[in-house]
C-alpha cells in the first residue's frame, strides 16, 4: 500500500527512473538499513564484509551517482526533477543511507566548480570509487559554522579546530573535524572546510579538496548515535597534512557566499529525503491500521485513528509540495537559501511529528524493534540536528526575510 503520486508533469523516462529508485529503496536499501541498524558496535557497519559496500555497488551500478554529472543528457529542469524523485525514494528506503550515498559525491561538486582539469580528472573520473565526506563540523563549532549571517561568523576571537596555512605552494593543515564527519570514517576524500586566515573568524575560511590517504591524516572511530545508525560518521585529524595550493579551491573572499550556497543545496536535499522517510511512516501506519483488530474491527474504521492518519497524510502532502517546489527552483536558479531551510525544516519536523504518529497507532507495539516505526522515529530526530540544527536554521534563514 503505497500513496499516490499527483506529480503530473512527469514523462515516461521519469516514472522509469523513479521506478527504479523505488525497487532500489525496497529492495537493497531496506533490508541492509535493517540489518546494519542492529549491529551493536558501529565499526561493523563499515566492516570489510558489511552489506553497506553492496548497497554503495549497486547504487553506482544504477547510476544514480551521475544524475547530477554534466554529462548526463538532461536539462537542468530534467535534472532537478530527477534529484528530488531519487532523492525521495532514497528518503524512503533507509535515512541514513541517503545520506551517505548522497555526501559521497560531495568533493565531485568543488573539484567542477574550481574549472581545473587536473581536479575534474582526478575526482570526477566516471571509473572513480573515491567516497567523499562535508568535513565542516568541528568539536567546538557544530551549526555556527554554517550561520554565515550571523554578527560571530565573522569574529576572530572564535577560534576555529581546523586551520590551514599557506607555506610557498602548499597548504599545511592542522587540526580536526568532529565525530559529526558523515562518512568520515570511510571517506577516501574530503571537501574540507577550514579557516585559512583567522583574522576574519569562519569568515576567513577556504574549501580544499583533501584526499584522506595522504600523511598526517588519521581518524577516530565511528560514532554511536540513537538514529540513522547505518550512516557512518566519525571524527578526522589532520597533522601537518600538505596540498598543492590549487588544491584549495575556494578562498576567503568567496567563502561566505559558497557557505551559503552549499547550505541551500545541502538543506534542500534533505527536505527531499525526509519527505520520504515520513512518507514511509505514514503508509506504515496505513498497512497496521487496516490490520490491527481492536474493538471487534481494525483500528482504521475508529474515528480517531482514520482522523490522526489524515491529518499525516495532509503533513506529508505539505512537506511534499515545499521540497519538490524549493528543489525545482534551486535546479533552474540561484538557490535561495531562506527556502531550502524552510523546506529542510518543516520536513524534518514532519517526518519526526509523523513518525510518532505512526509509533502512537501501532500502540505497544511501535515501542518493539520487530516493528519498523520506531526506527523511523528515532532517524527522523536526527535529522532535526543534522546539516544545522533546525533552531538556528530558522535564525539563518529569518535574516533574508527583511
Same mark, same amino acid.
Given at each position: 500500500?503505497?500513496?499516490?503520486?499527483?506529480? &503530473?508533469?512527469? $514523462?515516461?523516462?521519469?516514472?522509469?527512473?523513479?521506478? +527504479?529508485?523505488?525497487?532500489?529503496?525496497?529492495?537493497?536499501?531496506?533490508p541492509?538499513a535493517?540489518?546494519?541498524d542492529?549491529?551493536s558496535?558501529?565499526?561493523?557497519?563499515?566492516?570489510?564484509?558489511?552489506?553497506?559496500?553492496?548497497?554503495?555497488? /549497486?547504487?553506482?551500478d544504477?547510476g544514480?551517482?551521475a544524475?547530477?554529472?554534466?554529462?548526463?543528457?538532461?536539462?537542468?529542469?530534467q535534472?532537478?526533477?530527477?534529484?528530488?524523485?531519487?532523492?525521495?525514494?532514497?528518503?524512503?528506503?533507509?535515512s541514513?543511507?541517503?545520506?551517505?550515498?548522497?555526501v559521497?559525491?560531495?568533493?565531485?561538486f568543488f573539484?567542477?566548480?574550481?574549472?581545473?582539469?587536473?581536479?575534474i580528472?582526478?575526482?570526477c573520473?566516471p571509473?572513480s570509487?573515491?567516497?567523499?565526506?562535508?568535513?565542516?563540523?568541528?568539536?567546538?563549532?557544530?551549526?555556527?559554522?554554517?550561520? &554565515?549571517?550571523?554578527?560571530? *561568523?565573522?569574529?576572530?576571537?572564535?577560534r576555529? $579546530?581546523?586551520?590551514?596555512?599557506?607555506?610557498?605552494?602548499?597548504?599545511?593543515?592542522?587540526?580536526q573535524?568532529?565525530?559529526?564527519v558523515?562518512?568520515?570514517?570511510?571517506?577516501t #576524500?574530503?571537501?574540507l572546510?577550514?579557516?585559512?586566515?583567522?583574522?576574519?573568524?569562519?569568515?576567513g575560511?577556504g574549501?580544499?579538496?583533501?584526499p584522506?590517504?595522504?600523511?598526517?591524516?588519521?581518524?577516530?572511530?565511528?560514532?554511536d548515535?540513537?538514529? +540513522?545508525?547505518?550512516? $557512518?560518521q566519525?571524527?578526522?585529524?589532520?597533522?601537518?597534512?600538505?596540498?598543492?595550493?590549487?588544491?584549495?579551491?575556494?578562498?576567503?573572499?568567496?567563502?561566505? *557566499? #559558497?557557505v551559503? +550556497?552549499v547550505?541551500?543545496?545541502a538543506?534542500?536535499?534533505?527536505?527531499?529525503?525526509?519527505?520520504?522517510?515520513?512518507?514511509?511512516?505514514?503508509?506504515?501506519?496505513?498497512?497496521?491500521a487496516?490490520?490491527?483488530?481492536?474493538?471487534?474491527?481494525?483500528? *482504521?474504521?475508529?474515528?480517531?485513528?482514520?482522523?490522526?492518519?489524515?491529518?499525516?497524510?495532509?503533513?506529508?502532502e505539505?512537506?511534499?509540495?515545499?521540497?519538490?517546489?524549493?528543489?525545482?527552483y534551486?535546479?533552474?536558479?540561484?538557490?535561495l537559501?531562506?527556502?531550502s531551510?524552510?523546506?529542510?525544516v518543516f520536513?524534518?519536523?514532519?517526518?519526526?511529528?509523523?513518525a510518532s504518529?505512526?509509533v502512537?497507532?501501532?500502540?505497544?507495539n511501535?515501542?518493539?524493534?520487530?516493528?519498523?516505526?520506531?526506527?523511523?522515529?528515532r532517524?527522523? /530526530?536526527?535529522?532535526?540536528?543534522?546539516?544545522?540544527?533546525?533552531?538556528?536554521?530558522?535564525?539563518?534563514?529569518?535574516?533574508?526575510?527583511?
Amino acid at each position: 500500500m503505497g500513496l499516490a503520486d499527483i506529480e &503530473f508533469e512527469l $514523462n515516461d523516462s521519469e516514472r522509469a527512473v523513479c521506478d +527504479q529508485a523505488h525497487k532500489f529503496a525496497d529492495e537493497v536499501m531496506r533490508p541492509a538499513a535493517a540489518q546494519l541498524d542492529r549491529l551493536s558496535d558501529p565499526a561493523d557497519v563499515v566492516a570489510r564484509d558489511s552489506v553497506l559496500w553492496s548497497v554503495f555497488a /549497486r547504487f553506482h551500478d544504477l547510476g544514480f551517482d551521475a544524475i547530477e554529472s554534466p554529462d548526463a543528457d538532461a536539462s537542468p529542469l530534467q535534472a532537478a526533477r530527477l534529484r528530488f524523485l531519487v532523492n525521495e525514494e532514497l528518503g524512503w528506503g533507509d535515512s541514513g543511507l541517503a545520506i551517505s550515498l548522497g555526501v559521497a559525491g560531495f568533493h565531485r561538486f568543488f573539484a567542477r566548480l574550481s574549472g581545473r582539469p587536473e581536479l575534474i580528472e582526478r575526482f570526477c573520473h566516471p571509473a572513480s570509487r573515491d567516497i567523499g565526506c562535508w568535513a565542516v563540523t568541528e568539536p567546538d563549532h557544530g551549526s555556527d559554522t554554517l550561520a &554565515f549571517d550571523q554578527p560571530h *561568523f565573522k569574529d576572530p576571537a572564535i577560534r576555529a $579546530n581546523c586551520v590551514a596555512r599557506k607555506e610557498g605552494a602548499e597548504w599545511v593543515i592542522r587540526g580536526q573535524k568532529s565525530a559529526w564527519v558523515s562518512n568520515g570514517t570511510i571517506a577516501t #576524500v574530503a571537501a574540507l572546510f577550514c579557516t585559512i586566515d583567522p583574522s576574519h573568524g569562519f569568515d576567513g575560511g577556504g574549501v580544499a579538496l583533501v584526499p584522506l590517504e595522504l600523511d598526517g591524516v588519521s581518524r577516530g572511530k565511528p560514532l554511536d548515535k540513537l538514529g +540513522q545508525r547505518a550512516l $557512518n560518521q566519525g571524527e578526522i585529524f589532520f597533522d601537518d597534512v600538505r596540498i598543492p595550493e590549487e588544491w584549495m579551491v575556494v578562498g576567503k573572499e568567496a567563502y561566505g *557566499f #559558497v557557505v551559503e +550556497q552549499v547550505l541551500a543545496m545541502a538543506n534542500a536535499a534533505m527536505g527531499t529525503i525526509f519527505v520520504g522517510t515520513a512518507r514511509a511512516a505514514l503508509e506504515h501506519a496505513l498497512h497496521y491500521a487496516h490490520e490491527r483488530i481492536q474493538g471487534g474491527m481494525p483500528i *482504521f474504521r475508529h474515528q480517531s485513528v482514520k482522523s490522526r492518519l489524515f491529518k499525516a497524510f495532509m503533513q506529508v502532502e505539505a512537506a511534499r509540495a515545499l521540497a519538490r517546489r524549493v528543489a525545482l527552483y534551486n535546479g533552474t536558479h540561484p538557490p535561495l537559501v531562506q527556502y531550502s531551510i524552510a523546506s529542510k525544516v518543516f520536513c524534518t519536523q514532519t517526518a519526526f511529528d509523523v513518525a510518532s504518529t505512526a509509533v502512537q497507532i501501532f500502540g505497544g507495539n511501535g515501542l518493539s524493534r520487530e516493528y519498523p516505526v520506531e526506527k523511523l522515529l528515532r532517524d527522523a /530526530r536526527a535529522s532535526m540536528i543534522e546539516d544545522g540544527c533546525n533552531d538556528l536554521l530558522s535564525i539563518v534563514g529569518a535574516e533574508k526575510l527583511w
